[in-house]
């Protein structure tokens, strides 16, 4: 029997189509991700990219320093061992992210800890085959209508380096990161040179004692229009045709600096002292499961077909958050299309009758 609604996707996008379909009695299973290898190397493993940070100040409603007695009555216990014990201004990522998918369990909502490897949307019952951890771990389901939120991952340079201070003062979300303490009246270092690198340096550059824009050309690949108010701002430096070698820092302060190489000059390196590290040299849409089935943009996310709607050009397939918006990317506003994600698909499926 054919499954009425499949949700890919773990972030806050998919378990708010989880909560509004559970709540719709649309029955909705989440495929949420495979605990694999790959997806944590990758940064995709279930839960999402909030479940890579730490504090999490800017979801609204989450004003406390201390949720642990909530937690602790909201989560259950095997999974509590995932929370970390930091407590900041608001909740933790991992925390937010438990709860989301708590709150979608506690109406009804399954979940499998797949990856949906190959679909097929050319059929109607469309056709999803998963994979677990486990070799030969598959199955192979029918959904009447499939919300996608598979999210996207920040790219990284691909340095140890950067690896070991993720949380510690690399990051690549300036909005997200960048009013924390650590990074306040510091100078830090962006990563990149497009129009990205350029937002994200002149948000910090609120924050900051100083910017610094580490480019491996001498000339910004950004919008003249960017980059023109990039160099116009006193507090920006770009450091032109430079590299980072590596981020420097130790285990009690985090990241303190960045070591750079002269992208010609073999054997010219200079050492930049910093408190934070943003990476800014985009993102990857997790669509590489969807080549040939769904139209994606040039840079491989899912194109929405109707202003204000979640539609795709597949009728019955929905998306929602970052998979198809690399613009906001926010756990606010993936959880908002999650939502709209959710209705569009229960009213498609009541107007075709599959109620
Ligand atoms: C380090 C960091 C800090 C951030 N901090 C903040 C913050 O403070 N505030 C904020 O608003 N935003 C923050 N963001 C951005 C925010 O995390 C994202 O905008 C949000 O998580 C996007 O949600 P999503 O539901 O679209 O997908 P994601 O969170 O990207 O989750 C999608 C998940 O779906 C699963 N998935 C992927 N492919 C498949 C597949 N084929 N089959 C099954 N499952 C799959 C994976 O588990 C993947 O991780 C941060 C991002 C990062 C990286």
Same mark, same amino acid.
């Given at each position: 029997?054919?499954?009425?609604?499949?949700?890919?996707?773990?972030?806050p996008?998919?378990w708010a189509?989880?909560i509004?379909?559970?709540?719709?009695?649309?029955?909705?299973?989440?495929?949420?991700?495979?605990?694999?290898?790959?997806?944590?190397?990758?940064?995709?493993?279930?839960l999402?990219?909030l479940a890579?940070t730490t504090e999490v100040e800017n979801y609204p409603g989450f004003p406390v320093a201390n949720l642990g007695g909530y937690l602790a009555a909201a989560i259950s216990?095997?999974r509590r061992?995932r929370l970390a014990d930091h407590r900041g201004h608001g909740v933790s990522g991992p925390e937010l992210m438990e709860l989301m998918r708590q709150q979608?369990?506690n109406?009804?909502?399954?979940?499998?800890?797949?990856?949906?490897?190959?679909?097929?949307?050319?059929?109607?019952?469309?056709?999803?085959?998963?994979?677990?951890?486990?070799? !030969?771990?598959?199955?192979? +389901? =029918? #959904?009447?209508?499939?919300?996608? /939120?598979? *999210?996207?991952?920040? $790219?990284?340079?691909? &340095?140890?380096?950067?690896?070991?201070?993720?949380n510690?003062?690399?990051?690549?979300?300036?909005?997200c990161d960048?009013a924390l303490p650590r990074?306040?009246?510091?100078?830090?270092?962006?990563?990149?040179?497009?129009?990205?690198?350029?937002?994200?340096?002149?948000?910090?550059?609120?924050?900051?004692?100083?910017?610094?824009?580490?480019?491996?050309?001498?000339?910004?690949?950004?919008?003249?229009?960017?980059?023109?108010?990039?160099?116009?701002?006193?507090?920006?430096?770009?450091?032109?045709?430079?590299?980072?070698?590596?981020?420097?820092?130790?285990?009690?302060?985090?990241?303190?600096?960045?070591?750079?190489?002269?992208?010609?000059?073999? !054997?010219?390196?200079?050492? +930049? =002292? #910093?408190?934070?590290?943003?990476? /800014?040299? *985009?993102?990857?849409? $997790?669509?590489?499961? &969807?080549?040939?089935?769904?139209?994606?943009?040039?840079?491989?996310?899912?194109?929405?077909?109707?202003?204000?709607?979640?539609?795709?050009?597949?009728?019955?397939?929905?998306?929602?958050?970052?998979?198809?918006?690399?613009?906001?990317?926010q756990a606010i506003?993936?959880a908002?299309?999650?939502?709209?994600?959710?209705?569009?698909?229960?009213?498609?499926?009541?107007?075709?009758?599959?109620?």
């Amino acid at each position: 029997m054919s499954e009425k609604v499949v949700i890919i996707g773990s972030g806050p996008a998919g378990w708010a189509a989880a909560i509004y379909t559970a709540r719709a009695n649309l029955e909705p299973l989440v495929v949420e991700g495979a605990e694999t290898e790959d997806n944590r190397q990758k940064g995709t493993l279930p839960l999402g990219q909030l479940a890579l940070t730490t504090e999490v100040e800017n979801y609204p409603g989450f004003p406390v320093a201390n949720l642990g007695g909530y937690l602790a009555a909201a989560i259950s216990e095997e999974r509590r061992y995932r929370l970390a014990d930091h407590r900041g201004h608001g909740v933790s990522g991992p925390e937010l992210m438990e709860l989301m998918r708590q709150q979608a369990v506690n109406f009804g909502t399954r979940v499998l800890t797949h990856d949906v490897v190959d679909i097929d949307l050319s059929r109607h019952p469309f056709r999803l085959t998963t994979a677990g951890a486990d070799e !030969g771990d598959r199955q192979s +389901i =029918e #959904a009447l209508a499939v919300i996608v /939120a598979t *999210g996207a991952r920040a $790219n990284y340079l691909g &340095l140890p380096s950067e690896d070991k201070f993720k949380n510690a003062g690399v990051s690549a979300c300036a909005v997200c990161d960048g009013a924390l303490p650590r990074f306040r009246n510091k100078p830090l270092v962006v990563i990149g040179g497009g129009d990205s690198a350029m937002e994200e340096a002149g948000y910090l550059s609120k924050f900051a004692s100083k910017v610094f824009i580490v480019h491996r050309r001498d000339k910004f690949r950004a919008s003249k229009i960017m980059a023109d108010r990039v160099l116009a701002n006193p507090k920006i430096e770009p450091k032109w045709n430079s590299v980072v070698e590596e981020v420097l820092g130790d285990d009690a302060r985090g990241v303190t600096g960045v070591r750079l190489r002269h992208a010609e000059q073999a !054997g010219q390196t200079e050492v +930049i =002292e #910093a408190a934070g590290y943003f990476a /800014a040299i *985009g993102h990857t849409p $997790n669509t590489d499961f &969807l080549k040939g089935q769904l139209t994606l943009n040039a840079k491989g996310y899912i194109a929405w077909t109707t202003p204000q709607r979640t539609y795709t050009n597949v009728e019955g397939v929905f998306a929602a958050g970052d998979v198809a918006d690399d613009y906001y990317r926010q756990a606010i506003t993936a959880a908002g299309s999650g939502c709209m994600a959710a209705l569009d698909a229960e009213r498609w499926l009541a107007a075709k009758g599959f109620e």
